[in-house]
């Protein structure tokens, strides 16, 4: 390597203060000139003062150092080789990540940091809040596990979360709620004078216990309050985060339009069996029996991005949680017109009666028997509107019919789409051939006392004698489910709305399924091993915070027409890995080939070396 003139720079500013740096100077190849280049500043100072004199001899510290390792440097081809041959003691080497930078510019980019500063202005934390929140949504897009586990990984990426431990990470869950160490022994003082004085009432006569009585009831209402004050906090905080996303969403999908929203729901299991009011036993999609569980109501853009969710009592009916979730974005948004897209799980004359009392418009799947019978009973033929080409081995169309609908006393239209396809008619047999698969192959198992797996739709009562059932396949039953193979129906009152658009809306509603996937599977929101009601309300903020973030990421490289998977892009973030190489003066970064070479690092990262120095770092942000 050529040997390098270093020098201690001090350039003077227009307020007579001067930059201080080391710096080298070489000469230009083609004007043949002398130019000086920066290597390292350690920023502007009077010379005089106490910080000046201190940047002074850090940097004739650094630059002796430098000059030392220049003149060890030379008859190496390039500076690695010299590092790679470097004794371990006079070096460092730490492999960091930084994979989270993609995250942390959206982050950034949709000005979290100051949300959640202001959020926390009056609650002397002892650590950065917004940091905290940023390390925790890490903690469900990298290997998501218990806090525990992901407080012990703060050291892994090339960023400055020494402040997280597990008492931080945990207490970090109640903020959203006002609570804090403070309260939290009010409460239990409280829930203390409460058990003392219960004690106390049989110890006593008719006149203290009367006051005792009085003065239990009054602390236990108290307690009440400031309970219930927490969720007050929570749900006040939250919907200012939803307002707050919303709104700087439209900097980064300037054509964002959130009119036409879609909206599904789902279960989340807990580790306990132990119901307390929030954690309930209900309907589990996740073919959960015993476990406690609550309902999440979730809205997206047709971009896949989240707008808004809520949580439920375990026991809730999804069809009776739309409301609330409409609620909040008719209070938060100033929207024209909003168009519900939804399944026909969730399409209940109540629901529609509610969407359009609030002037909203609907999409929805609705089954065969709540159609008119003349509509059902037509099958698909040529006179259709065929949506598929004429040399399409697959076929496919649709007919459309009106009907009148009334409610309060008002009469409205509505547009009933008939859909045919050869390709969900191939699906559903696929699903009925599973079926009578299990069906035949248990029906010599089947007894008055069988379990339920053991039933199937398809049996039948041949006779019924006392001391035995006898059974048989519904020959019957299959022929009749087949005639209703490969159709399904949409319902609208948008009817001025183009058919094929309402199918397209329809169609997109593969995006929420795909949502939730994500939160259950890449995030691991589930099962849930918090207790505390107001702590497994902030694991799921957190949870949906990371999908936004997520969701917006995927959104971006779609934009720059790159083709690439949730999974692949969580597992490769997580993956990106560098070598840390810490040689006192300054940091070297070393990339593998593999990294160098994959398709993170051609799609998301574009970095075009594999050695790069502590200030190359910092500007690989940009080129994303």
Same mark, same amino acid.
């Given at each position: 390597?050529?040997?390098?003139?270093?020098?201690?720079?001090?350039?003077?500013?227009?307020?007579?203060?001067?930059?201080?740096?080391?710096?080298?100077?070489?000469?230009?190849?083609?004007?043949? =000139?002398?130019?000086?280049?920066? *290597?390292?500043?350690?920023?502007?100072?009077?010379?005089?003062?106490?910080?000046?004199?201190?940047?002074?001899?850090?940097?004739?510290?650094?630059?002796?150092?430098?000059?030392?390792?220049?003149?060890?440097?030379?008859?190496?081809?390039?500076?690695?080789?010299?590092?790679?041959?470097?004794?371990?003691?006079?070096?460092?080497?730490?492999?960091?990540?930084?994979?989270?930078?993609?995250?942390?510019?959206?982050?950034?980019?949709?000005?979290?940091?100051?949300?959640?500063?202001?959020?926390?202005?009056?609650?002397?934390?002892?650590?950065?809040?917004?940091?905290?929140?940023?390390?925790?949504?890490?903690?469900?897009?990298?290997?998501?596990?218990?806090?525990?586990?992901?407080?012990?990984?703060?050291?892994?990426?090339?960023?400055?979360?020494?402040?997280?431990?597990?008492?931080?990470?945990?207490?970090?869950?109640?903020?959203?709620?006002? +609570?804090?160490?403070?309260?939290?022994?009010?409460?239990?003082?409280?829930?203390?004078?409460?058990?003392?004085?219960?004690?106390?009432?049989?110890?006593?006569?008719?006149?203290?216990?009367?006051?005792?009585?009085?003065?239990?009831?009054?602390?236990?209402?108290?307690?009440?309050?400031?309970?219930?004050?927490?969720?007050?906090?929570?749900?006040?905080?939250?919907?200012?985060?939803?307002?707050?996303?919303?709104?700087?969403?439209?900097?980064?999908?300037?054509?964002?339009?959130?009119?036409?929203?879609?909206?599904?729901?789902?279960?989340?299991?807990?580790?306990?069996?132990?119901?307390?009011?929030?954690?309930?036993?209900?309907?589990?999609?996740?073919?959960?029996?015993?476990?406690?569980?609550?309902?999440?109501?979730?809205?997206?853009?047709?971009?896949?991005?989240?707008?808004?969710?809520?949580?439920?009592?375990?026991?809730?009916?999804?069809?009776?949680?739309?409301?609330?979730?409409?609620?909040?974005?008719?209070?938060?948004?100033?929207?024209?017109?909003?168009?519900?897209?939804?399944?026909?799980?969730?399409?209940?004359?109540?629901?529609?009666?509610?969407?359009?009392?609030?002037?909203?418009?609907?999409?929805?799947?609705?089954?065969?028997?709540?159609?008119?019978?003349?509509?059902?009973?037509?099958?698909?033929?040529?006179?259709?509107?065929?949506?598929?080409?004429?040399?399409?081995?697959?076929?496919?169309?649709?007919?459309?019919?009106?009907?009148?609908?009334?409610?309060?006393?008002?009469?409205?239209?509505?547009?009933?789409?008939?859909?045919?396809?050869?390709?969900?008619?191939?699906?559903?047999?696929?699903?009925?051939?599973?079926?009578?698969?299990?069906?035949?192959?248990?029906?010599?198992?089947?007894? *008055?006392?069988?379990?339920?797996?053991?039933?199937?739709?398809?049996?039948?009562?041949?006779?019924?004698?006392?001391?035995?059932?006898?059974?048989?396949?519904?020959?019957?039953?299959?022929?009749?489910?087949?005639?209703?193979?490969?159709?399904?129906?949409?319902?609208?009152?948008?009817?001025?709305?183009?058919?094929?658009?309402?199918?397209?809306?329809? =169609?997109?509603?593969?995006?929420?399924?795909?949502? +939730?996937?994500?939160?259950?599977?890449?995030?691991?929101?589930?099962?849930?091993?918090?207790?505390?009601?107001?702590?497994?309300?902030?694991?799921?903020?957190?949870?949906?915070?990371?999908?936004?973030?997520?969701?917006?990421?995927?959104?971006?490289?779609?934009?720059?027409?790159?083709?690439?998977?949730?999974?692949?892009?969580?597992?490769?973030?997580?993956?990106?890995?560098?070598?840390?190489?810490?040689?006192?003066?300054?940091?070297?970064?070393?990339?593998?080939?593999?990294?160098?070479?994959?398709?993170?690092?051609?799609?998301?990262?574009?970095?075009?070396?594999?050695?790069?120095?502590?200030?190359?770092?910092?500007?690989?942000?940009?080129?994303?």
């Amino acid at each position: 390597m050529e040997g390098l003139c270093m020098y201690i720079s001090k350039s003077k500013r227009p307020n007579g203060k001067y930059f201080i740096s080391i710096a080298k100077g070489i000469r230009d190849p083609e004007t043949k =000139k002398s130019k000086k280049i920066q *290597i390292k500043g350690f920023g502007t100072h009077d010379l005089d003062s106490k910080s000046g004199k201190k940047a002074l001899v850090q940097a004739e510290a650094e630059l002796k150092e430098m000059i030392r390792l220049d003149e060890a440097s030379r008859g190496f081809e390039n500076f690695e080789d010299f590092i790679v041959s470097m004794s371990k003691d006079k070096l460092s080497l730490k492999h960091k990540n930084i994979g989270y930078l993609p995250y942390l510019e959206i982050f950034n980019q949709l000005e979290l940091q100051s949300f959640f500063s202001k959020m926390v202005k009056d609650s002397k934390l002892d650590y950065s809040f917004s940091d905290m929140m940023f390390y925790q949504v890490l903690g469900r897009l990298f290997n998501p596990s218990s806090k525990l586990e992901v407080a012990t990984r703060k050291d892994d990426f090339l960023y400055d979360f020494n402040f997280v431990n597990n008492d931080n990470i945990y207490s970090s869950l109640d903020v959203f709620s006002g +609570f804090n160490k403070h309260k939290s022994k009010a409460l239990q003082d409280g829930i203390q004078v409460i058990n003392d004085m219960e004690i106390l009432l049989d110890t006593v006569d008719s006149e203290a216990k009367k006051i005792l009585e009085t003065n239990i009831n009054n602390t236990s209402h108290e307690l009440e309050e400031l309970i219930t004050s927490y969720d007050s906090n929570f749900e006040m905080n939250e919907n200012k985060l939803f307002k707050h996303l919303n709104k700087h969403m439209e900097k980064i999908v300037p054509e964002r339009n959130i009119s036409l929203a879609f909206y599904d729901c789902t279960t989340y299991y807990f580790e306990s069996f132990d119901e307390d009011g929030f954690r309930e036993r209900g309907m589990s999609k996740d073919n959960k029996r015993n476990e406690t569980q609550v309902v999440m109501g979730l809205l997206i853009d047709t971009n896949g991005i989240p707008i808004s969710y809520r949580l439920f009592k375990g026991n809730k009916h999804e069809l009776h949680t739309m409301k609330e979730v409409i609620d909040d974005i008719l209070n938060n948004y100033t929207i024209k017109e909003i168009i519900i897209v939804a399944d026909r799980g969730l399409n209940s004359r109540a629901n529609l009666e509610m969407i359009r009392g609030k002037g909203l418009n609907y999409i929805v799947g609705s089954k065969g028997s709540a159609v008119p019978k003349d509509l059902k009973e037509k099958k698909f033929n040529s006179s259709w509107n065929i949506t598929s080409k004429a040399e399409a081995k697959y076929k496919s169309g649709y007919i459309t019919s009106k009907r009148k609908v009334s409610h309060n006393d008002e009469t409205y239209d509505e547009l009933i789409i008939k859909k045919y396809s050869d390709v969900y008619k191939e699906r559903e047999m696929f699903k009925q051939d599973k079926m009578l698969e299990r069906a035949k192959k248990n029906i010599k198992d089947f007894t *008055i006392n069988s379990t339920t797996k053991s039933k199937s739709k398809y049996y039948k009562a041949v006779d019924n004698p006392k001391e035995k059932i006898n059974i048989e396949i519904d020959e019957e039953k299959i022929k009749q489910e087949q005639e209703n193979f490969g159709y399904f129906y949409i319902v609208t009152n948008k009817v001025e709305m183009n058919p094929a658009d309402i199918m397209v809306a329809y =169609k997109s509603l593969y995006k929420i399924e795909e949502s +939730f996937r994500i939160l259950k599977t890449n995030l691991k929101a589930r099962p849930v091993y918090h207790f505390k009601e107001r702590r497994i309300r902030s694991h799921f903020l957190i949870c949906y915070l990371a999908l936004v973030i997520q969701r917006v990421l995927e959104y971006k490289l779609e934009e720059k027409n790159v083709e690439i998977s949730t999974h692949e892009i969580i597992n490769g973030l997580e993956g990106f890995v560098i070598d840390e190489i810490d040689y006192k003066v300054d940091k070297l970064y070393m990339i593998s080939d593999k990294l160098f070479k994959s398709k993170i690092n051609q799609d998301i990262f574009k970095i075009e070396k594999n050695v790069l120095l502590s200030n190359e770092i910092s500007n690989i942000i940009k080129k994303m």
